[in-house]
T-cell receptor, first 114, second 109 residues
Framework: EAGVTQSPTHLIKTRGQQATLRCSPI?????VYWYQQALGLGLQFLLW???????NRGNFPPRFSGLQFPNYSSELNVNALELEDSALYLC?????????????FGPGTRLTVT | SQQGEEDPQALSIQEGENATMNCSYK?????LQWYRQNSGRGLVHLIL?????REKHSGRLRVTLDTSKKSSSLLITASRAADTASYFC?????????FGSGTQLTVLP
């Protein structure tokens, strides 16, 4: 069974640009979560999508947005990039409701903003 | 916030020793999960303990949960150099996991 995949592995952007990060969940998983992990820090919850809808978002400005496609893959968009957006962005997927909500993580996308 | 808080922030032990990490949280939970992260990579799920369980084992891992104290501990027995990683607890409520800053475990050969 294929795990969660993320692309690209690395992304380098300049301040003010937009970044698009992609995530494909494990087959059969309907929920996708996005986290930001700045260097040396813990994971900060960004967004949660389930069945194509945004279920919750963390304490991040509106320039962080995303969507979930009908095949449950997801995209995270970061507009007007700032230097402090440099971080490892992790995507996780989880099976449907009534599961244990165990999350399966992808390898992450390392975003560097210069 | 339901964020788990791990303690200690860093732990350094010799290979073969046991490592204990603690986690505290604030409100009621469905379950609590522990994850490991090797440097700069994605997290790997280690073990899940449900709110009605007090102790759970998986290989060299032992997790305890005390809901009255809102705390959990992760014990890694007979540690190996390959156990060097960051360990995160994640209390689960309302289908969401909330991670703390983790415990950085270093196992010296």
């Amino acid at each position: 069974e294929a795990g969660v995949t993320q692309s690209p592995t690395h992304l380098i952007k300049t301040r003010g640009q937009q970044a698009t990060l992609r995530c494909s969940p494990i087959s059969g998983h309907t929920s996708v979560y996005w986290y930001q992990q700045a260097l040396g820090l813990g994971l900060q919850f960004l967004l949660w999508y389930d069945e194509g809808e945004e279920r919750n978002r963390g304490n991040f400005p509106p320039r962080f947005s995303g969507l979930q496609f009908p095949n449950y893959s997801s995209e995270l968009n970061v507009n007007a990039l700032e230097l402090e957006d440099s971080a490892l962005y992790l995507c996780a997927s989880s099976p449907e409701v009534r599961s244990s909500y165990e999350q399966y993580f992808g390898p992450g996308t390392r975003l560097t903003v210069t | 916030s339901q964020q788990g808080e791990e303690d200690p922030q860093a732990l350094s032990i010799q290979e073969g020793e046991n490592a204990t990490m603690n986690c505290s949280y604030k409100t009621s939970i469905n379950n609590l999960q522990w994850y490991r992260q090797n440097s700069g990579r994605g997290l790997v799920h280690l073990i899940l303990i449900r709110s009605n369980e007090r102790e759970k084992h998986s290989g060299r891992l032992r997790v305890t949960l005390d809901t009255s104290k809102k705390s959990s501990s992760l014990l890694i027995t007979a540690s190996r150099a390959a156990d060097t990683a960051s360990y995160f607890c994640a209390p689960v409520s309302a289908r969401q996991l909330t991670f703390g800053s983790g415990t950085q475990l270093t196992v010296l050969p």
